[in-house]
């Protein structure tokens, strides 16, 4: 006899013992998640139905919705830029958990609607708010993340079934090497450009760049120096999709052996490729003499790179 679905909180729940035929999420160091998808984590697109997908995953949930304490979780459409601008789509989706303990997915249904409707206004599902408490997810015990690994995924039909799958990876670095690089820039007065770029580096198996704009950017054009860590070439290196890395921009005080220093974090991508400050330091700061920031018209610039983990496509 097959076991009937149990409905909680608008979401019917019930097992599988056959993985997602579309798409599956191996997460195998969930307290990275947790530590950088601040605003959500967007996973790689897949395609079903002749259309592409993602998952969007709020691992400390999903503040706007007043979801903070849970586990949200969405399906959203991808690529809708070379879709007309009058079209809808149907579809019937199921997004699936893995419980390790038992060997089997748990499998997640909209209870109210067997059919959603994705169009120009509507790109991303009404999805699952309060999919489960952040506490019961992560105790081991119930299955779900397990030694940090836990596996997300989707299936989404249309009109037909495509069953084409797609497995993205994310992992933590182990024993994450510092990597530090240093620009000495010269004849600083004479930079008429508006911006400039160190040598290429490699920290993390990456290539990254120290991206300075003399004059200022944004913000803080004509009246600061902008300071941002690049990647190369404005992608990360394949089969690599996602950087998280912590890092730090500094300028040296020549007269005191002292620094000023900005320290963040980021998730590198092919849309967010650079990071930094479009205030680093006033020109006006900078250009003072006692300051030691520009001696004899150079400055040095430095930079501080760990990467500590990435996302790669199979």
């Not at 930079?191 to 400039?196: G, T, V």
């Not at 992608?235 to 007269?255: H, M, N, R, Y």
């Not at 700061?285 to 040095?300: Q, T, Y």
Request: aromatic share 14%.
């Amino acid at each position: 006899m097959t076991p009937v679905p149990k409905l909680e909180l608008g979401v019917l729940r019930s097992y599988s013992d056959s993985p997602p035929s579309h798409y599956s999420l191996k997460v195998e160091s969930f307290s990275l998640m947790t530590e950088h998808s601040v605003g959500g984590y967007e996973a790689e697109e897949f395609e079903a139905g002749g259309y592409k997908w993602k998952l969007v995953i709020y691992p400390n949930g999903n503040e706007k919705r007043n979801a903070i304490g849970y586990i949200s979780l969405y399906l959203e459409m991808a690529g809708e830029i070379s879709l007309q601008s009058d079209w809808e789509i149907y579809v019937d989706f199921r997004l699936f958990l893995l419980d390790q303990k038992k060997g089997k997915y748990l499998v997640l249904e909209d209870a109210f609607a067997k059919e959603n409707c994705f169009h120009g206004e509507m790109l991303r599902s009404p999805g699952f708010d309060n999919l489960m408490p952040l506490e019961e997810f992560t105790d081991a015990s119930n299955g779900y993340v397990v030694d940090d690994t836990c596996v997300f995924g989707a299936e989404v039909f249309v009109c037909k079934e495509r069953t084409k799958r797609k497995i993205e990876r994310l992992l933590r670095v182990d024993h994450a090497v510092m990597y530090k690089q240093v620009w000495k820039v010269e004849q600083f007065s004479k930079l008429k450009a508006e911006y400039y770029v160190s040598k290429t580096f490699n920290a993390g198996d990456q290539k990254w760049q120290i991206l300075l704009y003399p004059k200022g950017y944004g913000e803080g054009n004509g009246t600061h120096l902008s300071i941002f860590l690049s990647l190369a070439d404005w992608k990360p290196t394949p089969p690599v999709s996602k950087i998280f890395a912590v890092f730090s921009l500094s300028i040296v005080d020549q007269k005191h052996a002292d620094h000023e220093t900005w320290t963040s974090k980021h998730c590198f991508t092919t849309k967010s490729w650079s990071w930094g400050l479009q205030k680093f330091i006033s020109l006006s700061n900078f250009s003072e003499a006692d300051k030691g920031f520009l001696v004899e018209n150079i400055c040095i610039l430095e930079a501080e790179v760990t990467v500590h983990g990435f996302a790669k496509v199979l």
